[in-house]
């Protein structure tokens, strides 16, 4: 069974450009979540996924959006792109809305020049 | 808002000893979940163990066990009999039982280094 997968692995953009990463999560899993990993701050919450809807919104700007396709597979989009955003974006699936165990992708890291 | 701390950044162990790394939470919630996670350098998110906060026992792994103290709010994670495969970076994780949603809070990590 395949894990989670995330593309592209990683990515260089410029400030000011905007970037879509994308999410499969594990077959039959519906739910996708988002996180940010960065030196300074840590592993923070962006967004969740169950179903097509979101769910749960962290405490990000609107310039971080996503969306969840009808297969479950997730895009997220970060607009004009900053230099603060470099860091390392995560995926994680679940099996359901209220199932414990996330399984998480190898990541996206994303470097803003 | 939940929080977690993580007060050891780096620890290091020796082949075959014992370690425990330390984790404290704050919540007024009286039901969730905690969760300790690993992060080798492939940077993949493993769970190492998670325990419900309504089980007064404390969870095991094959090697791995956590000590939960629900009052004081702490969850120490010890691995027993390390070995150098559990080099990585390791995080403690909140997460509310409730309708809130399946939001993460993660701890800040603990670097845990194994020496042959």
């Known amino acids: 069974k395949a894990g989670v997968t995330q593309t592209p692995r990683y990515l260089i953009k410029t400030r000011g450009q905007q970037v879509t990463l994308s999410c499969s999560p594990i077959s039959g899993h519906r739910s996708v979540s988002w996180y940010q990993q960065t030196p300074g701050q840590g592993l923070q919450f962006l967004f969740e996924?169950?179903?097509?809807?979101?769910?749960n919104k962290g405490n990000f700007p609107g310039r971080f959006s996503g969306r969840q396709f009808s297969n479950s597979r997730s895009e997220m989009n970060v607009s004009t792109l900053e230099l603060g955003d470099s860091a390392l974006y995560l995926c994680?699936?679940?099996?359901?809305?209220?199932?414990?165990?996330?399984?998480f992708g190898q990541g996206t890291r994303l470097t803003v020049v | 808002a939940q929080t977690v701390t993580q007060s050891q950044p780096e620890m290091s162990v020796q082949e075959a000893e014992t370690v425990t790394l330390s984790c404290t939470y704050d919540?007024?919630?009286?039901?969730?979940?905690l969760f300790w996670y690993k992060q080798p350098p492939s940077r993949q998110m493993i769970l190492v163990i998670r325990?419900?906060?309504?089980?007064?026992q404390n969870a095991t792994e094959n090697r791995f066990s956590v000590n939960f103290q629900k009052a004081a709010k702490s969850f120490s994670l010890k691995i027993s009999d390390s070995q150098l495969g559990d080099a990585a970076m390791y995080f403690c994780?909140?997460?509310?039982?409730?309708?809130?949603?399946?939001?993460?809070?993660f701890g800040e990590g603990t670097q845990l280094t194994v020496n042959p």
């Open positions: 325990q419900e906060a309504y089980k007064q």
């Open positions: 996924y169950f179903s097509e809807t979101q769910r």
């Open positions: 994680a699936s679940r099996l359901g809305a209220e199932s414990t165990e996330a399984f």
């Open positions: 994780a909140y997460r509310s039982r409730g309708t809130s949603g399946s939001r993460l809070t």
């Open positions: 919540t007024s919630e009286s039901d969730y979940y």
